[in-house]
């Protein structure tokens, strides 16, 4: 039972690529979430979904976009990077309860 | 909207003394309220919950009570470990919603 895992866990990036971060879940949960973490800032929402085929805006969806066409598999995209968006990026998961499971993180730069 | 606001770190303590991270919230309704602790490289692991005024949680010596009176869900432990090094969150959920919203998070460091 791996949990929540998260691809890649490190990345660099010039500012304008694409890049699609995965993540995995083994746990049968319906909910899944993507957070950010900046310094001073706690965790901030980035967007979520609560089932197979449906995505939901969280705090700060702007240049990201979410796909989750598998239930175990949510996906991440930034079209177009920016220097902004640097930043240790996590997955989490859940059943329809509060308690949510985390994955690893990514740790994502953009220069 | 739903917000939690954590004592700002970083807290240095040596071994064996007491720890206390100060959290309140601003919620409508009844939220249910967490510590998460994110050690060194890992994500966020859940260190203690509850769900309804007077609860109390408690996991591996760390202790938190639900104030409604004062809006606070405080982190105690009384003997801190090295171990015990890491960043830890406040976070609330509404009922109805299962969406966290996540203080900034408290870095705590024990010596030795």
């Known amino acids: 039972n791996a949990g929540v895992t998260q691809t890649p866990k490190f990345r660099v990036l010039k500012t304008g690529q694409s890049m699609t971060l995965l993540c995995a879940q083994d746990?049968?949960?319906?909910?899944m979430y993507w957070y950010r973490q900046d310094p001073g800032m706690g965790l901030r929402l980035i967007h979520y979904?609560?089932?197979?085929?449906?995505?939901a805006k969280g705090e700060v969806p702007d240049g990201y976009n979410v796909s989750r066409l598998k239930k175990q598999n949510f996906l991440l995209g930034l079209e177009s990077a920016a220097p902004s968006q640097t930043s240790v990026y996590f997955c989490?998961?859940?059943?329809?309860?509060?308690?949510?499971?985390f994955g690893p993180g990514t740790r994502l730069t953009v220069t | 909207g739903n917000s939690v606001t954590q004592m700002e770190g970083p807290v240095t303590l040596s071994e064996e003394a007491f720890l206390t991270i100060n959290c309140t919230y601003t919620?409508?309704?009844?939220?249910?309220l967490f510590w998460y602790v994110q050690y060194p490289g890992e994500g966020l692991q859940l260190l203690l919950k509850?769900?309804?005024?007077?609860d109390k949680g408690s996991n591996k010596g760390f202790e938190a009570t639900y104030r409604k009176e004062t809006t606070s869900f405080h982190l105690e432990k009384g003997s801190v470990q090295v171990s015990d090094s890491a960043v830890y969150f406040c976070?609330?959920?509404?009922?109805?919603?299962?969406?966290?919203?996540f203080g900034a998070g408290t870095t705590v460091t024990v010596r030795a």
């Open positions: 509850a769900t309804k005024a007077d």
């Open positions: 919620a409508t309704g009844y939220p249910s």
């Open positions: 989490a998961s859940s059943y329809s309860t509060p308690r949510k499971y």
């Open positions: 976070a609330l959920s509404d009922r109805d919603d299962y969406k966290l919203s």
């Open positions: 746990m049968n949960h319906e909910y």
């Open positions: 979904s609560v089932g197979e085929g449906t995505t």
